[in-house]
């Protein structure tokens, strides 16, 4: 017959039993074992590339220290109204808002080194380089607040005849 094929499923099947899948797969894996290296070269042979990093921030020996309580004795005692904890963005924004209204009776306190938390940036030899998200989405008219922001720092230089502001 030169019509159709007629085949079905069952012509396509070929039975492995269970006895026969586990051998198979065993001496694959033996010999895969055996041919010099095993398992682990075998899988390991990727051309991905090793890039030397580490962790920053979020000192844990200093952190230790607290939880310990085996800092150093403190030298003087500072009375404060307000008392912001943690120099990240947001401990940032509140002494920067604090400021801004004339009140200075706070201090900001901060575990690490350098404040900024994770707004911080690193630089190596390729370039500079943002330790997490680092963007600002454009801020619309209704965003006061970061406006004002943007112009003490000098980001926003002035505004356009629309009243768009100008960036640096």
């Known amino acids: 017959m030169n019509g159709p094929s ?13 006895r026969s899948f586990l051998k198979k797969t065993l001496f694959g ?15 390991s042979r990727s051309k991905a590339r090793h890039y030397p990093g580490s962790i920053l921030g979020a000192a844990s ?3 230790h220290l607290l939880r310990d309580q085996t800092l ?3 030298q003087e005692e500072v009375s404060k109204e307000t008392v912001i904890i943690g120099g ?26 350098n404040v900024g938390g994770n707004s911080q940036f690193g630089q190596n030899e390729i370039s500079a380089y943002p330790w997490a998200a680092h963007y600002l989405p454009l801020p619309g008219p209704d965003a006061h607040l970061v406006r004002t922001l943007l112009e003490e ?16």
């Open 153 to 168: 720092l000098e980001v926003i230089q002035g505004y356009d005849a629309k009243g768009l502001p100008i960036y640096n």
């Open 6 to 18: 007629t085949s079905t499923d069952d012509d396509f099947r070929h039975e492995v039993s269970r």
């Open 61 to 63: 020996g200093v952190g």
């Open 88 to 113: 990240g963005i947001s401990g940032l924004s509140a002494a920067w808002w604090l400021k801004k209204h004339h009140y200075d009776d706070f201090a900001l306190l901060e575990l690490e080194p």
């Open 29 to 43: 894996m033996g010999a895969l074992l055996l041919s010099g290296g095993g398992l682990y070269q075998f899988l």
């Open 72 to 74: 150093a004795i403190p």
